[in-house]
């Protein structure tokens, strides 16, 4: 049986690069944020080009991941990667985290605040969604499941150790092909890759991890709520130095 692969990320975590890499599978198919429609509609969240994702979409969520799970049912020779942010899941029945495997992608808040807040200015700890990934984490886990956790800075300081750990976990066969696209956009991409997807789309690769030394002040309550969270999920990550042994 096909199982479709849910990346529950947070916004910046270069989660566009990683579906980007999965796209380069010949038998996978990647399908881009398809819960926001969702989240804008239930959470009232203001964010960029807003009304023109909820017109664009079906913003029934449940209704979006029975669609999902039953394509998937309907065509097994092709992997669903289906790249979501985790604080879209509000109001949800999660029963169908069951039928999926689960991937957290995660990034130090002290270098992803500060390109977050250049969008959202005025973001919380809930559009960081590292809480709501802990959570779901300790759920999954619980109920026996074994969920990866990939960190930004271990993807980009080697992908293809990473990348082939993360591959073996999920029974995909790695290939060097998911280490390099063609720059510019995808068919794939949601509507609001105009306000998010500047830079993967001047990619052609995982650009060299290269950390972040200044950190603004203004940001420091913020950063004390996110990182007791991301600590907790990074200690189960996949290691550059040693894919997660």
Same mark, same amino acid.
């Given at each position: 049986?096909?199982?479709?692969?849910?990346?529950?990320?947070?916004? !910046?975590?270069?989660?566009?690069? /990683?579906?980007?890499?999965?796209? %380069? =599978?010949?038998?996978?198919?990647?399908? +881009?944020?398809? @819960?926001?429609?969702?989240?804008?509609?239930?959470?009232?969240?203001?964010?960029?080009?807003?009304?023109?994702?909820?017109?664009?979409?079906?913003?029934?969520?449940?209704?979006?991941?029975?669609?999902?799970?039953?394509?998937?049912?309907?065509?097994?020779?092709?992997?669903?990667?289906?790249?979501?942010?985790?604080?879209?899941?509000?109001?949800?029945?999660?029963?169908?985290?069951?039928?999926?495997?689960?991937?957290?992608?995660? !990034?130090?808040?002290?270098?992803? /605040?500060?390109?977050?807040?250049? %969008? =959202?200015?005025?973001?919380?700890?809930? +559009?960081?969604? @590292?809480?709501?990934?802990?959570?779901?984490?300790?759920?999954?886990?619980?109920?026996?499941?074994?969920?990866?956790?990939?960190?930004?800075?271990?993807?980009?300081?080697?992908?293809?150790?990473?990348?082939?750990?993360?591959?073996?976990?999920?029974?995909?066969?790695?290939?060097?092909?998911?280490?390099?696209?063609?720059?510019?956009?995808?068919?794939?991409?949601?509507?609001?890759?105009?306000?998010?997807?500047?830079?993967?789309?001047?990619?052609?690769?995982?650009?060299?991890?290269?950390?972040?030394?200044?950190?603004?002040?203004?940001?420091?309550?913020?950063?004390?709520?996110?990182?007791?969270?991301?600590?907790?999920?990074?200690?189960?990550?996949?290691?550059?130095?040693?894919?997660?042994?």
């Amino acid at each position: 049986m096909t199982v479709p692969i849910c990346l529950w990320s947070g916004p !910046r975590n270069v989660s566009t690069a /990683l579906m980007y890499s999965f796209a %380069q =599978l010949k038998n996978v198919r990647v399908v +881009d944020e398809p @819960l926001y429609g969702h989240y804008l509609r239930v959470s009232g969240a203001e964010h960029p080009g807003r009304q023109e994702i909820l017109d664009a979409m079906n913003c029934d969520g449940d209704a979006v991941m029975r669609m999902l799970l039953f394509a998937q049912s309907e065509d097994p020779s092709v992997v669903l990667f289906i790249k979501h942010m985790a604080h879209h899941l509000l109001d949800l029945d999660l029963a169908f985290l069951q039928a999926t495997n689960n991937v957290f992608l995660i !990034r130090d808040p002290r270098e992803m /605040l500060p390109s977050l807040t250049i %969008q =959202l200015p005025h973001a919380t700890l809930a +559009d960081t969604g @590292l809480q709501r990934q802990w959570e779901l984490f300790s759920n999954l886990t619980e109920s026996g499941q074994g969920p990866a956790v990939l960190d930004s800075r271990e993807l980009l300081r080697d992908p293809e150790t990473v990348l082939c750990a993360l591959c073996t976990h999920l029974d995909l066969e790695f290939d060097p092909g998911m280490l390099s696209w063609h720059a510019g956009g995808r068919p794939e991409d949601g509507i609001w890759a105009p306000h998010w997807y500047h830079a993967v789309h001047q990619s052609t690769g995982f650009a060299p991890y290269k950390a972040k030394l200044d950190f603004p002040e203004n940001l420091q309550a913020l950063l004390d709520e996110c990182s007791p969270y991301y600590e907790k999920l990074y200690r189960h990550a996949l290691r550059a130095d040693a894919a997660g042994d």
